[in-house]
Nanobody, 124 residues
Framework: QVQLVESGGGSVQAGGSLRLSCAAS????????WAWFRQVPGKEREGVAA????????VYADSVKGRFTVSRDVAKNTVYLQMTSLKPEDTAMYYC?????????????????WGQGTQVTVSS
């Protein structure tokens, strides 16, 4: 089982920026997709961004397009989510996921590995 550890969450005012990191340990095989999800208590989990390293492909939810950027540092085995122009509605617990198992797509399907989450709070 691979461990995913998120970091970089915090509190920021609307319009600000944060960069989330997801460090993977003991990774020994190719990952098809890495993704970031977020969830607010009482609401369904939402896929925010995903990256397919092998195809250099990125996918974003409409709600974050143009504001969030997902990237990967191969040497550090880390995936990042750069978030800019943050809005209060971006407030959520953010989770990193890896290894897309299947479903309707990388932002809605199932993943085999999950991190513990990092809280992002955006105040108006």
């Amino acid at each position: 089982q691979v461990q995913l550890v998120e970091s970089g969450g915090g509190s920021v005012q609307a319009g600000g920026s944060l960069r989330l990191s997801c460090a993977a340990s003991a990774w020994k095989y190719q990952v098809n997709y890495w993704a970031w999800f977020r969830q607010v208590p009482g609401k369904e989990r939402e896929g925010v961004a995903a990256i397919n390293p092998g195809r250099s492909l990125t996918v974003y939810a409409d709600s974050v397009k143009g504001r969030f950027t997902v990237s990967r540092d191969v040497a550090k085995n880390t995936v990042y989510l750069q978030m800019t122009s943050l809005k209060p509605e971006d407030t959520a617990m953010y989770y990193c996921a890896a290894v897309y198992i299947g479903g309707d797509g990388p932002l809605t399907g199932a993943y085999g590995n999950w991190g513990q989450g990092t809280q992002v709070t955006v105040s108006s």
